[in-house]
């Protein structure tokens, strides 16, 4: 091999010095970045059951619980408004919740009130339709969007309306009942929201 060709040992050693730089370098700029893909305690705590203390809950109100960056409602329901509950059954598009059970309610709120105890009802409060947050109507008086309105939960958005066991009203835009997460009480004052005892949601 001619003098020309041959490498000058200096800057071999220089070269090789820079290449396990650069890829010590590249290492240590890696790991962090594959560390920061993983999910944060945060996100991962997104995802887990929530308790709720539902003590304090009047009869005819409602509280709301983040549950996987979803509003929960929890209502507690007068007997009036129970005994409403029968009555509407020929105005809704799925009084018995049978439409896509799995999705929409479990097998323990497949009643008439969709609930474990008649007294408390659990939500999601996100319409059905596309994606909208309705308003809660309680009190049983005409309203303008429905003369004969019995309260429950409307959808200003595009008109979608509920009644007080999130069931749908017939020919509104919303295609299915309010989701049912699944839930069990801890106590007679406790929810938690995401788990069931046959596990989480």
């Known amino acids: 091999m001619s003098d020309d060709k041959k490498m000058n040992p200096g800057r071999r050693n220089l070269i090789v010095l820079a290449a396990a730089t650069g890829g010590a370098a590249g290492l240590t700029t890696a790991v962090p970045f594959a560390l920061s893909m993983e999910p944060s305690e945060a996100a991962k705590a997104a995802g887990a059951p929530v308790e709720a203390d ?27 408004m129970l005994a409403e509950l029968p009555k509407l059954d020929d105005q809704l598009a799925d009084p018995k919740s049978l439409r896509d059970p799995d999705t929409f309610t479990p097998p323990y709120a497949r009643n008439e009130n969709r609930s474990i105890k008649p007294e408390y009802l659990v939500v999601v409060g996100i319409c059905t339709h596309l994606g909208c947050s309705p308003v809660d109507e309680f009190a049983v008086q005409p309203e303008p969007f429905d003369p004969s309105w019995q309260g429950g939960f409307y959808c200003p958005c595009h008109g979608s309306t509920y009644d007080l066991a999130g069931r749908v009203y017939r020919n509104k835009p919303a295609p299915d009942n309010l989701k049912v997460p699944k839930y069990m009480f801890l106590s007679d004052t406790r929810i938690v929201i995401g788990k069931d005892e046959k596990g989480e949601a």
């Open 54 to 80: 539902i003590s304090q809950l009047q009869p005819g109100q409602k509280m709301t619980v983040a549950w996987r960056g979803q509003p929960v409602w929890i209502v507690r329901r007068t007997p009036e």
